[in-house]
């Protein structure tokens, strides 16, 4: 199962990880793909981590096969098959996932914030052109506007 960002511009998963530290790209019949295309059997899968497409890669959490050796708080996490971590280990990578897009998240409210002011600077402008083409004074656009007649005709004059 994967992850998106709500733009759809980043991309991320939980991986099952290979005995050599390499990350999964996806599963099959009892297997892990490697991004190689490589196949390993579940059983060999040594933990999981969050992966990105950006590179990022999250902690490592340390599939146990005996459960007294189970301590989230270090990552160790029980499970006797490998292949796709348990619905409670790819929530607690999902969220550490979260936490790296975070920053993104936020930057891409910043470019719809940023591209709808630019539209509406450009709506501005038009109707103001459109304003003082049928004989509105700059008293008057400034007035409606919120700014002051100098501003207006310094603005759009």
């Given at each position: 199962?994967?992850?998106?960002?709500?733009?759809?511009?980043?991309?991320?998963?939980?991986?099952?990880?290979?005995?050599?530290?390499?990350?999964?790209v996806g599963?099959?019949?009892?297997?892990m793909l490697l991004p190689d295309g490589e196949q390993i059997a579940d059983n060999l899968v040594v933990g999981w981590r969050a992966q990105c497409e950006c590179g990022w890669v999250g902690p490592?959490?340390?599939r146990a096969t005996d459960s007294r050796a189970t301590d989230v708080r270090e990552h160790q996490?029980?499970?006797?098959?490998?292949?796709?971590p348990t619905v409670e280990v790819e929530?607690?990578?999902?969220?550490?996932?979260?936490?790296?897009?975070a920053p993104l998240e936020s930057l891409s409210a910043v470019a719809t914030a940023a591209a709808d002011a630019r539209q509406?600077?450009?709506r501005l402008d038009g109707?103001?052109?459109e304003a003082r083409a049928l004989g509105a004074s700059w008293a008057d656009?400034?007035?409606a506007a919120g700014i002051s007649r100098q501003s207006a005709h310094e603005r759009w004059g």
């Open positions: 199962m994967g992850w998106m960002t709500e733009r759809g511009d980043h991309a991320g998963w939980a991986a099952a990880v290979t005995p050599d530290g390499r990350g999964s599963s099959t019949q009892g297997h490592l959490w340390t996490v029980f499970d006797t098959e490998g292949g796709d929530d607690l990578i999902h969220a550490e996932w979260k936490v790296h897009v509406s600077r450009s109707v103001v052109a656009i400034g007035r």
